[in-house]
């Protein structure tokens, strides 16, 4: 922070080209907003019941508040207010980390295009979810609500039993046209703009390739998959594996939606996924988290016989780990898209074609 901000996407693009390959076709940077562009809030409780603290914790435990974030747009800015008031009209005593004592832990917040919201309590326990149900028309026009809970003394965000407490489970989010359902525990894109212009230049790169088929694995909530599955006259038959059941569920919602019957969405591992397929589609696309595909997938794709793999990365570092272990899926063109400026962070998407 600090720097203008095309120095950042400049230096960005500086650090991936020297990890992925300077002789690539780069596309030029996508850059959105440079304030104000996430869509999801992930805001650790601290403080008390009458003077709670919604942002991050010091090294002592002790919470910092950080509720006037350039980060955040307005519409999610305006919740942060009534989610602290709701703190102690809901008497939901924020979690003491030094000591272990208290009940909420994190409230994690999502932005849907057309400014509807999910609210997520992250609790210690059930105790407190009576209470959150009764005052729920407190926190006013918010779509979904959940409680999510996380018993143990541990740095993770959320734990993996959620409790919907609202009519509405899902929150749309509307991409390019294309309506990704969102349930609490599914993964989505942090900049909505910038993840627009990520699937829209997957899209392209899969139309120019024109297979009949193709895998999406780490799916998420199916937005590749949904925005690479073909128009009437050249429809593809997809499928779509991610380890999260609830993203599997909001994919299939989306598919249905669509009417796309040659896509489905199945939870699984995507390694053992490949690993255990008789056959390879024409096209993989893989969206890892920041640890990579891995050597077992890496292996396995450089073996195959896929023609192209599109790659879509958070750490160019495992990228070039992987690319490594594929030689003969050469990587041909390049685009860095600037998911999060302020930060070190970005996304890259590569195209790979087999020698």
């Not at 008390?48 to 950080?66: E, F, N, S």
């Not at 390019?176 to 599914?186: E, W």
């Amino acid at each position: 922070m600090g720097v203008p901000h095309a120095t950042q996407v400049a230096d960005k693009e500086a650090g991936v080209r020297a990890l992925v390959g300077a002789h690539l076709d780069w596309l030029p940077p996508v850059v959105g907003p440079e304030r104000g562009f996430r869509n999801k809030a992930k805001m650790v409780v601290g403080g008390t019941l009458d003077a709670p603290t919604l942002g991050i914790l010091d090294r002592a435990g002790a919470g910092v508040d950080l509720q006037g974030c350039g980060l955040y747009p307005p519409e999610l800015s305006r919740i942060f207010g009534v989610l602290a008031s709701f703190v102690g009209l809901a008497r939901l005593q924020p979690y003491d980390v030094p000591s272990r004592t208290g009940e909420l832990k994190n409230i994690l917040v999502t932005l849907a295009p057309d400014g509807a919201l999910m609210v997520r309590f992250v609790l210690r326990s059930q105790e407190s979810v009576a209470r959150i149900r009764k005052h729920l028309p407190a926190l006013g026009d918010v779509a979904v609500v959940s409680a999510n809970i996380l018993p143990e003394h541990k740095a993770v965000v959320e734990g993996s039993q959620e409790i919907v407490l609202t009519e509405r489970a899902t929150l749309t989010m509307r991409v390019n046209d294309i309506d990704l359902h969102l349930r609490p525990q599914s993964f989505f894109q942090t900049n909505t703009e910038v993840a627009a212009a990520l699937y829209r230049q997957a899209a392209a790169w899969v139309d120019e390739a024109a297979p009949s088929s193709l895998w999406d694995l780490y799916c998420g909530v199916g937005g590749f998959a949904l925005h690479c599955a073909g128009g009437p006259t050249t429809p593809r038959d997809v499928v779509g594996i991610e380890i999260s059941a609830e993203a599997i569920a909001s994919a299939q919602t989306s598919c249905a939606e669509l009417g796309l019957d040659r896509v489905r969405f199945a939870a699984g591992d995507a390694t053992q996924f490949a690993l255990a397929s008789s056959a390879a589609p024409d096209l993989v696309i893989v969206n890892p988290p920041r640890r990579g595909i891995g050597p077992e997938l890496a292996g396995w794709l450089e073996s195959s016989g896929v023609r192209h793999v599109v790659y879509s990365s958070c750490n160019a570092q495992t990228l070039a780990r992987d690319l490594a272990a594929m030689p003969s899926l050469r990587p041909t063109r390049a685009r860095l898209l600037d998911m999060f400026p302020q930060t070190t962070h970005y996304e890259v998407i590569t195209l790979l074609e087999r020698r």
